[in-house]
């Protein structure tokens, strides 16, 4: 039986191991856990500068992961996952303490130094706790409730200008206070963060009036999911976020390409809240299906029987949204893995086999698509059965 898209992609989101993703089935918490270490950090070699690894700085860093086997003097049992694929594999790259690693490591790497090596025991609860983690096939690296070993080096340690969220109430509303899952409705200014302005307010490169969306599903930044719960209607509160809650390392592009905000940049938002609807309706519109380019990009069009290397993320499709982007369900950003696809295979769901096509390498293009087009009445991990569909896709490559 062939692979849904979903069951490839999910897979893949949470395919290499930084990513703290749930990822499987959850088991019964009623079996015996397998044995469990306690959570341990030990330098096999110390670094050298005065810069030392801190919550919020981006780190570069080679890791290799094992699973725990107590049985072992080093209790490292199988491997399951490792940077160092080639001799001339770049490390990884990530902000550390925003949520996008295991516990384990976005606890274990804070205070290295460049070029130490540090060995890591983590029990399930710091890992993956009571899920599998899988492959992009689906095979099982870490199965449920298992501890498992790093071995971590650090090469780079960057300090971003702005490295923890905070929040500052300008006017505090009177009206319904917004939470999880609640429809929002807000006026928004966004601006590049300055260290040298007394606002921090450096030049604007967004904006927008009357903006709903739902709160709480992963649809937006981390900076608004967290500082927006809370506000009441009325209310207008200033966002100072860091990049790893902002556009990370992937930065912000405009329509032609060029980046409004820089990769690693940390930015700042003015939010005024202007209605909250505490029981947002069902979605239940199934729109056409349609192909948005946001940027075009060059060389030869995709065409049945090539292979493309995708980044993608997916939303459930959502009519009172004002972007119709519900929640999220799935995204390969977080580990920053493309995704690879032929064309013409059948693998995929129909709307991705006919919104890739044409695509050039460089191009970032939206696809709309209803139920018919994707799961249709079969329901997936986190898809109800009958959801129209909403994806963001950038062709990092095309192979013939």
Known sequence: MKNTMFKVIASLACAVVLAACGGGAKTDTTTPLPPQPTFTKSDVQAGTGDKTVAVGDLVAVHFTG????????????AQFATTRTT???APSIFTVGVGNLIAGLDQGIVGMKVGGVRNLLIPSSMAWGPY?????????????NTA????????????????LFSKTD???GSGTEAAA????????????????????????????SSFTFLLGVNSRIGGWELGIPGMKTGGKRTLYVPSGLAYAQWGRKDSAGNYVVPQNTAVVYDIELTAVNTTPPASTVQPDFKKVDDQVGTGAAAVTGNTLLVQYTGYLYNDSVTDKKGLRF????????????KLGEGKVIKGWEDGLLGMQAGGRRTLYIPANL???????????ANSALIFEVEVISITP
Do not use: C, M, W
């Open 132 to 144: 599998d983690h899988a492959d992009v096939t689906g095979k099982v690296l870490v199965p449920a």
């Open 181 to 208: 899952n609640n429809l929002v409705t807000v006026n928004y200014t966004g601006y590049i963060y300055d260290a040298s302005k007394a606002d921090k307010k450096g030049a604007q490169f967004d904006t927008g």
């Open 66 to 77: 094992y699973l725990y086997d107590e049985t072992k003097a080093d209790k490292k049992g």
């Open 330 to 341: 799935d995204t390969s950003r977080i580990t920053g893995t493309p995704f690879s696809v």
């Open 87 to 89: 001799a001339d594999t």
């Open 148 to 163: 498992v070993v790093y071995d971590v080096e650090v090469f780079t340690i960057t300090t971003l200008p702005l490295a």
């Open 374 to 384: 994707a799961y249709g009445s079969n329901a997936q991990t986190n898809i109800p």
């Open 170 to 172: 300008t006017t505090v």
